[in-house]
């Protein structure tokens, strides 16, 4: 459906054909490199690298997949990649230490964590401005929206806290306490699961229930949290590893070895694959969400970080 | 040796190492040596993590529980009553395909190394031609000063250039060690 539009615009034969063949894509951050990989999910081919400076980290891909917006702490700057083109066509100034970034369901509202100043950044696409700031705990990190857009949470690393705001008022309505130095956080199914960098867990969290439910122990400094075939899937930095669990029992069922130091992560739309970027080896490894093996691994720019939802659905 | 001094008299001003805290942005150096000596014989002589006396800045090596996971060891660099770093052994494996071994820092002061949240790997695997060696050591930290605009001394520069230089002090003292026919 989102090719309609694209292969539209393109026109011409030879458009709609090679659109034709746009598999899944993931917007890979390389902070040291200081771009974006642009990665075909079948083939391991990187579409484009686009340059975007600042040494970029925190990626969310808007609901239309139409934009990758692309926080660089460093530059203190949203950049927001046209997908189908692979260019900047957006550049938004911010302050303080930008570096988690969430986008509501509505597509015009980006919400980015501020690292240094414990606060959320509101912004409002259209006008390409920050229009408001929501106090939460110290670090935030992680940011994550419920799929009714009715609550963002946030991942408060040194509170060792989840912050529950409400998107209407922009207000503080909650904390729920963690594992120690929560980073990502990630929304499946009514609960929220942040990786907890200090205490190597994964901590599970009811959301409307707005208290903890339950602790999985996981290897070490977790980075982030995926879900498929109702498993969860978590980057242990440290240990070169992806920690398995199961959504329902909460208990480990697996360990899958990755590149080094395994950060970013996130599932394609069917959820058959999980894509894990390896700061440190700079290639992502896929992994058969079934099998638990790792498929096939591609490379990246330099230092990838991939921190948020990074995989566009392109089929 | 001469990297550390200058790592310690580039340390000026004495800040704090926050507790899990860091900037933004991660760095990574990765420095590799060609050694004249088979992958048995160099694990044998770096592959103990209670002992890194072949580092020519260590003095002395005081730890404890060998090559357990979670083994500690503090590293006195220089002379005796030196500048420390206290370090914790997370990964380690001496098989035939894989001779390696990975460790944090858990207290080292930016005056010493200017860096946080450093973690390492020091690998040995075959070389190019039978009976040598390419040891390979990496590390990943952030800069010494956790926040934003990082004075020159402990900044992201700052950070890479004392890793690097105490990687290339170590690993050319272990190139040298070997081809002096030990």
Same mark, same amino acid.
């Given at each position: 459906?989102?090719? %309609?539009?694209?292969? /539209? !615009? /393109?026109?011409? &034969? !030879? /458009?709609?054909?090679?659109?034709?063949?746009? /598999?899944?894509?993931?917007?890979?951050?390389?902070?040291?490199?200081? $771009?974006?990989?642009?990665?075909? &999910?079948? %083939? +391991?081919? %990187?579409?484009? %690298?686009?340059?975007?400076?600042?040494?970029?980290? +925190?990626?969310?891909?808007?609901?239309?997949?139409?934009?990758?917006?692309?926080?660089?702490?460093?530059?203190?700057?949203?950049?927001?990649? $046209?997908? !189908? !083109?692979?260019k900047v066509t957006r550049r938004i100034v911010l302050d303080g230490g930008p570096l988690g970034i969430a986008v509501h369901p509505d597509g015009e509202t980006l919400y980015v964590a501020d690292w240094y100043d414990a606060k959320v950044h509101v912004i409002d696409a259209a006008q390409g401005k920050a229009v408001g700031s929501i106090a939460v705990g110290r670090s935030p990190s992680g940011l994550a929206v419920t799929p009714d857009g009715g609550s963002l949470l946030s991942a408060d690393r040194d509170s060792d806290q989840v912050s529950v705001v409400d998107t209407k008022t922009r207000k503080r309505v909650a904390t729920v306490p963690t594992g120690e130095r929560p980073f990502g956080i990630t929304i499946h199914d009514g609960r929220a699961y942040t990786a907890d960098v200090g205490s190597n867990t994964v901590t599970v969290i009811d959301i409307a229930a707005r208290r903890p439910v339950g602790r999985i122990r996981v290897g070490e400094r977790p980075y982030a949290v995926a879900f498929a075939r109702g498993r969860g899937f978590v980057t242990d930095q440290y240990a070169d590893t992806v920690t398995v669990f199961d959504v329902e029992t909460l208990t480990v069922i697996g360990k899958i070895d990755v590149g080094e130091y395994p950060e970013g992560i996130d599932v394609t739309p069917d959820g058959a694959r999980v894509i894990v970027a390896n700061w440190f080896s700079n290639t992502i490894s896929v992994i058969d969400a079934e099998t638990l093996d790792v498929v096939e691994e591609y490379d990246t720019g330099d230092g990838p970080r991939a921190f948020g939802l990074f995989i566009r659905e392109t089929e | 040796m001469k990297s550390l001094g200058l790592a310690l008299a580039a340390a000026i001003a004495f800040v704090p190492m926050l507790a899990n805290a860091h900037g933004p942005t991660r760095q990574k150096v990765t420095v590799t040596q060609e050694v004249s000596a088979s992958p048995e014989e160099v694990w044998a002589y770096l592959g103990d993590f209670q002992d890194m006396s072949w580092h020519p800045a260590v003095h002395e090596t005081n730890g404890s529980n060998g090559n357990e996971i979670d083994a500690t060891r503090l590293l006195t660099l220089g002379e005796e009553g030196g500048p420390t770093i206290a370090e914790i052994l997370y990964k380690y494996s001496d098989t035939e395909k894989k001779r390696s071994y990975s460790y944090r820092i858990t207290s080292v002061k930016v005056e010493t190394l200017p860096v946080t949240n450093y973690s390492s790997h020091l690998t040995v695997k075959p070389g190019e031609d039978d009976g040598t060696s390419m040891v390979e050591w990496k590390g990943a930290f952030y800069r010494g000063y956790p926040n934003n605009d990082p004075p020159e001394h402990l900044n992201d520069e700052a950070a890479k250039k004392a890793v690097t230089g105490i990687y290339e002090a170590g690993l050319k003292a272990v190139a040298e060690h070997f081809a002096a026919g030990n």
């Open positions: 459906m989102r090719r %309609t539009g694209i292969g /539209a !615009a /393109a026109g011409g &034969l !030879a /458009a709609v054909l090679s659109f034709g063949a746009i /598999a899944d894509e993931a917007f890979v951050t390389n902070q040291s490199s200081e $771009d974006v990989s642009i990665i075909d &999910l079948d %083939t +391991g081919d %990187t579409r484009a %690298t686009v340059s975007v400076g600042g040494k970029p980290a +925190g990626i969310a891909l808007s609901p239309d997949g139409g934009t990758a917006w692309i926080v660089s702490p460093e530059s203190k700057t949203v950049s927001g990649i $046209d997908t !189908a !083109a692979g | -």
